[in-house]
């Protein structure tokens, strides 16, 4: 009886705590949804405040953080978003919360871009400064996971909009894309994992052709 | 158990969606405005939801009974409210609090341009001030086109609102650089001794300066050094004029890096090729050295060590204007070591140290020689009392030890307080033939400053600084203010007001140390507005100047000083950049008016000095192709006619204006550019960078001012050396940057 009463309890807790991430899933698949399909500012920032939150309340989950961080860099490329070091504070706040809970190359994926879109500022001045951080960061983020698929499809895109004259161009850019595009369709993200990217880069690879 | 969890799941969902509430309200700042885009959480449940642009939210939530509401929204302080939820609830309204932040907050702007690559505000960036035409990479030159710098071609240092070049001085990490150009030589104005490429942040200030610095009656230079390079680096120049070959070191751990530089600048081939007014008996030849090392600390902090050594001769003759068949030559040997040791460190609870030490000698061995037609010196007798003057050794020599410590202390939100205190040691000696003048001064301050930020849109700077001068045996106090208020979006208002004290320069002091120090009080308005591809501002001040030196004729050789002299200087300064109207072309234009008049030194009444025009204009002009990796440079700068006078000595050993007038107009065209053929390439195993450049290309003839002979019958004008200034040279680094190995050994 005492037994099976131990059982019994067990097998409460073990519903509570996969009703708990039962709950983490569906609101997480919801919240990308939401960010797939957000079209203004407005959505997305509501979207990574809904991540936020989500970050705030689970307190070990880096995802949460890394979507808030990605929807407020989604932001950070609309050319109508006037003051981009205000909205690349914003990002790096929800990196610094994500990297304390694990640093990983999803990460650095997003501290490229966010160190692109301040270079783009003012390029002639910031590329030593912003463009070296954009760099460091793809480094780091080959280093911890030399097959990422979207650290390449950044290094492509950071290529593409490189003059030729600088080294840069859709030559150089087109086998970064189809290594990129090779990665994507061998990956096997895990459930909830980033998956972004991969129509990016072959939009891209296209305009290479 | 599988099929046990999805139905206590379907139960809980259904419990869920059946019992969810709908919780709204508004969010306002303290001055009842709405807030935009916070986000409103139930704290530890994913529930919640967003402000829209009226300061409205709503959100649905599953959660019962009593749990705390946070808001949170960049730019204010987060709260947290408890709240009891039972069924649907409106008007939860909350009020947010405005959060001091250092990227929305106000900065005091009056009376100050900051350039650097870091510096909010910054009207200037370092790369500016090397790509600026007629600059040739002189630190000076470039802040010549800011408003309220004069275009004074005939001495070297910063004219600031009709205040003479000696009333304003230039800083290093926050110590006295007390030799910053070559040393002068008549009617030519020389070059500083420092490279911008030093520096990553310059902050020129043209009035109402900080209690951290004193002694200058007029204007602050403050060059804060580069911390640790980007990456280990060799770097070369070579043009006619200039060889030089230096390394960066840094360490791999990231945390240190040493370098040494090596310089040798000999005009002789330039001088041969393109004809020069005096006829120099030496070419002028400078060997430059310096070496740093910076030492990243553990707590964050950063220890910077600066040296340079220089050793410079040139030698060169001008007709003489008294005699009209003899000749005067200049003779200079100048030797400069210069070193400078800063330490800033953070303390913990709040607390920031910066600790400066700094110590300099500079010598020249001066001689001033009369020459006949084959040029043989040439002695005189008492009688032509007006020649022997013109026979002169001289041996200068300058010493300054210093130090100088900083703590600072952050308040609440981003308000701080600094304080500190420095000591300067000045030994002076000049043996002019067989008599030596000696002066030995010890200098201390004590300072204390706060930065208050009552809002993000209002700040205020209090300061004030005591000082002492042991040779003049006198003190002094110096309030400082500053208030800037925010007017809207990119816009503010700052005012600033204080006093400014200055020694007697020494050539008057080895006379008499009877003198006090001079005084000049500023009051300075300013308008700004700021984004990041456009500056507006417009500055308007007034100055008045007290106890200025004058000199007391005593005999022909011989004058006392004392501290009668006055004067004031007022005027209106514009200044507008714009990146943004035409694609890749970057300009500016500064405007300055100025109307100021002095009574001292030998003026026999209040007249405007003659280093002040009255109104001055650049406009500075940029465009890089990217097609050609090469940009192209254009500066015109005009200034009208300055005043000159000839003062001379009546038998009642009284001054009087034995002629004046005022010169032609002045204008400038010049013109750079740089070919940067490795632009942009992160990958570039070296980084080359053309430059070619050439100053007054119309070929306009400029008048700085006129000499006279001893009777003010014969005078002539001053003028450049040469009418153009060619300039061509390459610089070359070699520097491995690693950053894109990983992406290529993975392709």
């Given at each position: 009886m005492k037994k099976s009463m131990l059982s019994l309890l067990f097998c409460g807790f073990m519903v509570a705590a996969l009703a708990q991430s039962e709950k983490y899933t569906a609101v997480m698949q919801k919240n990308i949804a939401a960010l797939d399909a957000a079209k203004t500012i407005g959505d997305l920032q509501d979207v990574a405040a809904s991540f936020e939150r989500v970050g705030d309340a689970e307190k070990t989950q880096w995802l949460p953080y890394y979507y808030a961080a990605l929807a407020q860099t989604w932001i950070g490329w609309r050319p109508d978003v006037k003051d981009k070091d205000v909205n690349a504070e914003k990002i790096k706040a929800y990196l610094a919360k994500a990297e304390a809970i694990e640093k990983n190359a999803e990460l650095y994926a997003v501290e490229n871009m966010v160190a692109t879109q301040q270079m783009m500022v003012d390029p002639q001045t910031r590329w030593q400064t912003n463009g070296v951080e954009a760099s460091t960061a793809l480094q780091n983020g080959l280093k911890l996971d030399p097959n990422n698929p979207r650290l390449y499809y950044l290094q492509g895109e950071s290529l593409f909009g490189t003059p030729v004259q600088f080294g840069g161009g859709k030559d150089k850019a087109k086998p970064v894309f189809e290594k990129a595009i090779a990665l994507f369709k061998a990956a096997q993200p895990k459930p909830l994992y980033p998956n972004w990217g991969q129509k990016q880069a072959e939009d891209k690879l296209a305009q290479c052709q | 158990?599988?099929?046990?969890?999805?139905?206590?799941?379907?139960?809980?969902?259904?419990?869920?969606?059946?019992?969810?509430?709908?919780?709204?309200?508004?969010?306002?700042?303290?001055?009842?405005?709405?807030?935009?885009?916070?986000?409103?959480?139930?704290?530890?449940?994913?529930?919640?939801?967003?402000?829209?642009?009226?300061?409205?939210?709503?959100?649905?939530?599953?959660?019962?009974?009593?749990?705390?509401?946070?808001?949170?929204?960049?730019?204010?302080?987060?709260?947290?409210?408890?709240?009891?939820?039972?069924?649907?609830?409106?008007?939860?309204?909350?009020?947010?609090?405005?959060?001091?932040?250092?990227?929305?907050?106000?900065?005091?702007?009056?009376?100050?341009?900051?350039?650097?690559?870091?510096?909010?505000?910054?009207?200037?960036?370092?790369?500016?001030?090397?790509?600026?035409?007629?600059?040739?990479?002189?630190?000076?030159?470039?802040?010549?086109?800011?408003?309220?710098?004069?275009?004074?071609?005939?001495?070297?240092?910063?004219?600031?609102?009709?205040?003479?070049?000696?009333?304003?001085?230039?800083?290093?990490?926050?110590?006295?650089?007390?030799?910053?150009?070559?040393?002068?030589?008549?009617?030519?104005?020389?070059?500083?001794?420092?490279?911008?490429?030093?520096?990553?942040?310059?902050?020129?200030?043209?009035?109402?300066?900080?209690?951290?610095?004193?002694?200058?009656?007029?204007?602050?230079?403050?060059?804060?050094?580069?911390?640790?390079?980007?990456?280990?680096?060799?770097?070369?120049?070579?043009?006619?004029?200039?060889?030089?070959?230096?390394?960066?070191?840094?360490?791999?751990?990231?945390?240190?890096?040493?370098?040494?530089?090596?310089?040798?600048?000999?005009?002789?081939?330039?001088?041969?090729?393109?004809?020069?007014?005096?006829?120099?008996?030496?070419?002028?030849?400078?060997?430059?050295?310096?070496?740093?090392?910076?030492?990243?600390?553990?707590?964050?902090?950063?220890?910077?060590?600066?040296?340079?050594?220089?050793?410079?001769?040139?030698?060169?003759?001008?007709?003489?204007?008294?005699?009209?068949?003899?000749?005067?030559?200049?003779?200079?040997?100048?030797?400069?070591?210069?070193?400078?040791?800063?330490?800033?460190?953070?303390?913990?609870?709040?607390?920031?140290?910066?600790?400066?030490?700094?110590?300099?000698?500079?010598?020249?061995?001066?001689?001033?020689?009369?020459?006949?037609?084959?040029?043989?010196?040439?002695?005189?007798?008492?009688?032509?009392?007006?020649?022997?003057?013109?026979?002169?050794?001289?041996?200068?020599?300058?010493?300054?030890?210093?130090?100088?410590?900083?703590?600072?202390?952050?308040?609440?939100?981003?308000?701080?307080?600094?304080?500190?205190?420095?000591?300067?040691?000045?030994?002076?000696?000049?043996?002019?033939?067989?008599?030596?003048?000696?002066?030995?001064?010890?200098?201390?301050?004590?300072?204390?400053?706060?930065?208050?930020?009552?809002?993000?849109?209002?700040?205020?700077?209090?300061?004030?600084?005591?000082?002492?001068?042991?040779?003049?045996?006198?003190?002094?106090?110096?309030?400082?203010?500053?208030?800037?208020?925010?007017?809207?979006?990119?816009?503010?208002?700052?005012?600033?007001?204080?006093?400014?004290?200055?020694?007697?320069?020494?050539?008057?002091?080895?006379?008499?140390?009877?003198?006090g120090f001079t005084r000049a009080t500023h009051y300075v308005i300013n308008y700004q507005k700021i984004s990041n591809d456009r500056i507006f501002r417009v500055e308007a001040y007034y100055k008045k100047y007290d106890d200025l030196v004058k000199t007391i004729p005593a005999s022909y050789y011989y004058s006392n000083y004392n501290n009668s002299g006055n004067g004031y200087a007022k005027g209106i300064e514009l200044f507008w950049r714009d990146k943004k109207s035409i694609k890749d072309f970057d300009y500016w234009v500064s405007y300055s008016y100025l109307d100021t008049k002095r009574n001292y030194l030998n003026f026999t009444e209040s007249l405007t000095p003659n280093y002040a025009a009255t109104h001055t204009a650049s406009l500075v002009m940029k465009r890089f192709f990217t097609k050609i990796k090469t940009g192209f440079n254009l500066t015109y700068s005009y200034a009208t006619g300055r005043p000159y006078y000839n003062f001379m000595v009546n038998g009642g050993n009284k001054y009087y204006i034995a002629d004046q007038g005022k010169t032609k107009d002045y204008n400038s065209l010049n013109f750079s550019m740089e070919y940067v053929p490795s632009a942009g390439k992160t990958n570039a195993k070296s980084f080359i960078v053309w430059f070619a450049s050439i100053s007054n290309i119309l070929g306009y003839n400029a008048v700085y001012g006129y000499n006279y002979s001893y009777n003010g019958m014969i005078k002539q004008p001053i003028t450049p050396t040469a009418n153009r200034f060619y300039f061509v040279g390459c610089f070359i680094s070699w520097g491995v940057d690693r950053s894109q190995d990983a992406i290529n050994n993975n392709l």
């Open positions: - | 158990m599988q099929k046990l969890v999805i139905t206590i799941n379907l139960i809980l969902i259904t419990l869920g969606s059946m019992a969810q509430v709908l919780i709204s309200g508004k969010i306002k700042d303290n001055r009842g405005r709405p807030v935009a885009g916070a986000s409103i959480a139930i704290k530890n449940t994913y529930d919640g939801g967003t402000s829209d642009s009226t300061g409205r939210y709503h959100f649905k939530t599953t959660e019962k009974g009593a749990h705390l509401l946070t808001v949170s929204s960049i730019g204010f302080k987060p709260i947290e409210a408890a709240i009891v939820i039972a069924s649907d609830t409106a008007g939860v309204d909350m009020v947010l609090k405005e959060e001091p932040n250092e990227l929305k907050a106000v900065t005091i702007t009056a009376g100050s341009f900051a350039a650097g690559d870091s510096k909010r505000g910054a009207v200037m960036s370092s790369l500016d001030i090397a790509t600026t035409a007629g600059s040739n990479a002189d630190i000076t030159a470039a802040l010549k086109t800011l408003p309220g710098a004069q275009q004074v071609g005939e001495q070297e240092g910063l004219f600031v609102r009709g205040g003479a070049g000696y009333e304003a001085k230039q800083y290093i990490d926050g110590t006295l650089v007390n030799n910053p150009y070559n040393t002068s030589v008549p009617d030519i104005a020389q070059r500083g001794r420092f490279s911008p490429f030093l520096f990553k942040g310059t902050v020129f200030s043209t009035g109402g300066y900080s209690a951290l610095y004193g002694q200058a009656l007029s204007s602050v230079l403050l060059l804060e050094s580069i911390d640790l390079p980007e990456k280990s680096e060799v770097d070369a120049t070579i043009s006619p004029l200039f060889v030089g070959l230096g390394t960066q070191q840094l360490a791999s751990n990231k945390k240190s890096s040493w370098g040494v530089n090596y310089g040798y600048t000999n005009v002789g081939l330039y001088f041969k090729a393109i004809k020069q007014t005096p006829d120099y008996f030496k070419m002028p030849q400078f060997h430059s050295g310096d070496a740093n090392f910076r030492i990243k600390t553990k707590r964050g902090g950063m220890i910077k060590y600066y040296a340079t050594f220089a050793h410079s001769t040139l030698g060169l003759r001008r007709p003489d204007i008294d005699s009209g068949y003899l000749k005067n030559a200049f003779d200079l040997k100048n030797n400069n070591w210069y070193n400078n040791l800063s330490w800033k460190e953070y303390l913990g609870k709040g607390w920031k140290m910066n600790l400066g030490l700094g110590y300099s000698t500079n010598k020249d061995n001066i001689l001033l020689q009369v020459q006949d037609a084959g040029n043989q010196p040439k002695n005189f007798d008492n009688s032509v009392y007006w020649m022997r003057g013109k026979n002169l050794v001289l041996v200068n020599r300058q010493d300054l030890a210093q130090v100088k410590e900083v703590f600072e202390k952050r308040l609440a939100g981003i308000s701080s307080v600094r304080f500190g205190a420095e000591y300067q040691h000045a030994y002076n000696t000049s043996l002019v033939n067989d008599t030596l003048h000696k002066l030995v001064d010890n200098y201390t301050a004590g300072f204390a400053e706060t930065d208050i930020y009552i809002t993000n849109g209002l700040a205020a700077k209090l300061g004030v600084r005591a000082e002492y001068s042991s040779t003049i045996q006198k003190a002094a106090i110096a309030p400082r203010l500053s208030l800037a208020y925010k007017t809207g979006k990119d816009a503010q208002v700052s005012v600033a007001y204080g006093i400014f004290y200055q020694k007697p320069e020494n050539t008057q002091l080895f006379y008499t140390t009877d003198l």
